[in-house]
């Protein structure tokens, strides 16, 4: 069965760095948009980055930009989120996500969640003194 697993989240100071991995199983990322979304209490989920099929086109919010970097590693199957200078407002549960989607995701409108139809568990990010 297709899954998609998420780690490396954790409790990091205001400044620091995490990186997230998305591994799957079952099917290879090869032909799949990946794309990182974030589900704070009490907030909708949002695209924070999304990366295409190819790798040739890349999405980041615009709170996120310049701080964090998407990529993917066909070798290991597996996409990787890293997080730089972060912020208590980057404080959420995080998702990695797989459409089935060769075209472009350079788009606020691409990287939204009805794109996406697998889904990972989550992984909460904490980002406190």
């Known amino acids: 069965q297709p899954q998609l697993v998420e780690s490396g989240g954790g409790l990091v100071q205001p400044g620091g760095s995490l990186r997230l991995s998305c591994a799957a199983s079952?099917?290879?990322?090869?032909?799949?948009?990946i794309g990182w979304f974030r589900q704070a209490p009490g907030k909708e989920r949002e695209g924070v980055s999304c990366?295409?099929?190819?790798?040739?086109?890349?999405y980041y919010a615009d709170s996120v930009k310049g701080r964090f970097t998407i990529s993917r590693d066909r070798a290991k199957n597996t996409v990787y989120l890293q997080m730089n200078s972060l912020k208590p407002e980057d404080t959420a549960v995080y998702y990695c996500a797989a459409a089935a989607w060769l075209g472009s995701i350079a788009s606020q409108a691409m990287c939204a969640p009805p794109t996406f139809a697998f889904w990972g568990q989550g992984n909460q990010v904490t980002v406190s003194s």
């Open positions: 990366i295409s099929s190819n790798g040739g086109s890349t």
């Open positions: 079952g099917f290879t990322l090869d032909y799949y948009a």
